[in-house]
């Protein structure tokens, strides 16, 4: 067998072993029967069961209001960060700073949410959705502040701004007309990214969620207790989906970014 077949052959394997049991999952939601142990026929009745379901509704709604949140504070706070390395001068601690940036990413997610649980309880910080939207927004720092910093040292040199201010433009104005626009699709890239682990998080949820506070792999978790059922593969196989949405449309911003 040639080197380029048996590296296809490597790939296929491990794209099959990646993504079979999701394909497994994906045809089983239109399965016929209760229990997924045999195939009994096509139906599309668990998907108008799924979406007949109020508690999985109210989960969705709740982890889509807590994802737009979770986007907009990371996103905030990874251009403020982001300008402020990339477009004054350095300043004591900067390194230090721009290291504690990554510390999410390092960090294993438990003990990312054991440690936030004992902060806001040894605090007397209620659990609430903007506690659970703030904590998301910790995780996602690194992935927003990362990609719009990387946007801004793309550009090379501040010259624009500078020119704006020559003729007359204060630092204000010289961010919102020059920088802001330019940053634009790496915030647009990075607040997706930041929505997407806002959306799919487990782990952080389960510690941090106050009383009723209910999201939807939360809500996953809950049925999965009761075993397998086609209502859990279609509502896995929607998530899926819409999952590939968000990273097609961050990848399409990623390519026009690069363009520009």
């Not at 402020?84 to 390194?95: I, K, N, S």
């Not at 978790?221 to 961050?250: D, H, Q, R, W």
Request: proline fraction near 4%.
């Amino acid at each position: 067998m040639k080197r380029g077949g048996g590296l296809a052959a490597y790939c296929g394997l491990l794209y099959g072993f990646l993504y079979l049991p999701l394909a497994v999952m994906f045809a089983f939601s239109f399965n016929d029967a209760r229990r997924n142990v045999a195939w009994k026929g096509f139906t599309f009745k668990w998907y108008v069961s799924l979406f007949q379901n109020a508690e999985l509704l109210a989960a969705l709604i709740t982890t889509l209001e807590l994802a737009v949140a979770t986007a907009l504070i990371a996103s905030i706070l990874g251009l403020l960060s982001s300008y402020a390395m990339t477009r004054h001068a350095p300043f004591r601690g900067r390194a230090v700073y721009s290291s504690l940036l990554t510390v999410p990413l390092m960090m294993p997610e438990i003990v990312m949410g054991v440690g936030l649980l004992s902060f806001l309880v040894r605090a007397r910080i209620p659990l609430n959705f903007w506690t659970l939207a703030c904590a998301h927004a910790l995780i996602a720092l690194p992935y927003t502040a990362g990609s719009i910093r990387a946007r801004l040292l793309s550009l090379k040199d501040s010259r624009l701004e500078d020119a704006a201010m020559d003729l007359g433009a204060d630092e204000w104005q010289a961010f919102r007309m020059i920088t802001f626009p330019l940053a634009r699709p790496a915030i647009v890239s990075g607040a997706l990214l930041a929505f997407t682990i806002s959306f799919e998080d487990f782990v952080t949820s389960f510690f941090i969620a106050g009383i009723g506070i209910v999201t939807m792999p939360i809500k996953i978790y809950s049925m999965m207790k009761f075993g397998v059922t086609p209502e859990i593969n279609a509502l896995a196989t929607c998530l899926l989906l819409f999952t590939v949405l968000l990273l097609a449309g961050n990848h399409l911003l990623d390519r026009r970014q690069k363009t520009l």
